[in-house]
């Protein structure tokens, strides 16, 4: 299944194929150059032996053609590496926008996952075939790094902030998962494997889930809990921003800025309130810093994301402070 050792990994993402394309062309120049090189080296040597004690070869005084080539040349080819790396990267850097949204948080040492639709699994991630599916990942301790060799993905997953990476799986089957940065003694078992599913498949087993709550209605209870809907609801009198369809969308600040509500600024604002305080309220939210876990954080996030714009637009969030809107600008992409 998963044990047959090969050089290149099975190809089983939209990307996959371009990816290689761009490594076989690194192949072929690395072992063009090397071979050249290594060939040289020997031709030389036997060329320009010492034949006598005496010998007495011709100086040789360089030659500026020669010197040219070997600038010109390599300097060409890296331009072509770069040029195609950076195209492969910024054409594979965001998601569709069909995606759906998968959490990531890696901890030493081990991989969590949760569906929106609330189902969570460890070291093992479900996924349909033929669907764009966004990771928004995040890490409890150290660094980690999400690879999936199959999907040529990996991304590094960063405690304190969120990253992103998207792939669509081509085949159903079973893949590889590693953690790709060193976090620790068992680094090498952060191991695990990403199961592509045919969509009804799919959709079967997300059913199959302990609780079968959507991560967006635990998000809803710890909302509750927490205390926000105190001040974050609409009849909550102004003393905190309305939620209802905030997520990506502008925000003005106290500063002046206009920041879009993503992922990173929820997290930032509940974690530390007062880094980008929203214009018109003072800054009296008490910091969440310590007393939600990765996990909790992800569905209050999940949560938000589902509260829709109300139809009248409460008093607290104008129409005129959503204006400087960044035209066509749904979504805010590292
Ligand atoms: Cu996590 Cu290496």
């Not at 090397?34 to 080296?41: N, Q, Y």
């Not at 105190?230 to 939620?243: E, N, S, W």
């Amino acid at each position: 299944m998963q044990s047959e050792f090969s050089i290149f990994p099975q190809k089983a993402s939209t990307i996959a194929e371009s990816v290689d394309l761009l490594y076989y062309f690194l192949s072929v120049v690395t072992v063009f150059f090397t071979v050249l090189i290594f060939s040289l080296v020997f031709y030389f040597a036997l060329r320009y032996r010492r034949r006598s004690p005496a010998d007495r070869p011709r100086p040789i005084e360089g030659s500026n053609r020669l010197e040219a080539i070997w600038s010109i040349v390599p300097l060409l080819l890296t331009m072509v590496m770069f040029g195609w790396g950076a195209a492969l990267y910024f054409a594979n850097s965001r998601p569709p926008d069909n995606a759906i949204d998968i959490y990531v948080v890696g901890k030493q040492w081990m991989w969590k996952l949760q569906h929106t639709e609330g189902r969570r699994e460890i070291n093992e991630l479900h996924v349909p075939v033929g669907v764009p599916v966004r990771l928004i990942m995040t890490s409890e301790d150290v660094i980690h790094s999400f690879f999936v060799p199959a999907f040529r993905i990996k991304h590094d997953v960063v405690p304190g902030r969120y990253t992103t990476q998207w792939f669509q799986a081509t085949k159903a089957g079973r893949y590889h998962l590693f953690c790709a940065e060193y976090c620790g003694t068992k680094h090498s078992g952060m191991i695990g494997s990403v199961v592509v599913m045919e969509v009804s498949e799919y959709v079967d087993w997300l059913g199959g889930g302990a609780t079968g709550e959507s991560m967006a209605s635990q998000g809803e209870r710890l909302f509750q809990q927490l205390g926000c809907s105190g001040c974050h609801r609409p009849d909550a009198h102004g003393r905190g921003p309305v939620l209802e369809g905030v997520f990506n969308s502008p925000v003005r600040l106290e500063s002046g800025e206009t920041v879009i509500a993503d992922e990173a600024y929820l997290r930032e604002s509940i974690l530390n309130p007062r880094a980008k305080v929203v214009v018109g309220f003072r800054p009296i939210m008490p910091t969440f810093a310590g007393q939600v876990s990765e996990e909790a954080l992800l569905q209050l996030i999940a949560y938000i994301k589902t509260l829709a714009r109300p139809e009248r637009t409460p008093v607290s969030q104008t129409p005129e402070r959503q204006a400087p809107a960044a035209k066509g600008r749904t979504r805010t992409e590292r």
